[in-house]
């Protein structure tokens, strides 16, 4: 079992930054490819970005440019760099853990933090 945790969420000004954090705990994150997914209220949960565990991206083209997936397997942390926020970022953000391959879809996922929520004002 992995348990994940999801830090940092706030409030910000458009055009502003948040990093977000996703600490581990169970099993070492190495061995795991991760996620971020993204819900807004009445909308279905997207995908946000995804890094392998050789270190490889993903970015959902809403994101690109902007967002920067990292982890540090060392410190069991994955994080979401977010620059140049927009109003319709605002969203509940998730972690998600899986030991199969990348993909784009939620049931794609294992294991799921329990969101932070990230509200960006005009």
């Known amino acids: 079992q992995v348990q994940l945790v999801e830090s940092g969420g706030g409030l910000v000004q458009a055009g502003g930054s948040l990093r977000l954090s996703c600490a581990a705990s169970?099993?070492?994150?190495?061995?795991?490819?991760m996620a971020w997914f993204r819900q807004a209220p009445g909308k279905e949960r997207e995908f946000v970005g995804a890094?392998?565990?050789?270190?490889?991206?993903l970015y959902a083209d809403s994101v690109k440019e902007r967002f920067a997936i990292s982890r540090d397997n060392a410190k069991n942390t994955v994080y979401l760099q977010m620059n140049s926020l927009k109003s319709e970022d605002t969203a509940v953000y998730y972690c998600?853990?899986?030991?199969?391959?990348?993909?784009?879809?939620?049931?794609?996922?294992?294991?799921w933090g329990q969101g932070t929520q990230i509200t960006v004002a005009s």
């Open positions: 169970g099993r070492t994150l190495s061995n795991y490819n």
């Open positions: 998600a853990a899986t030991g199969r391959g990348v993909v784009r879809v939620r049931e794609g996922y294992d294991y």
């Open positions: 890094v392998n565990w050789l270190g490889g991206k």
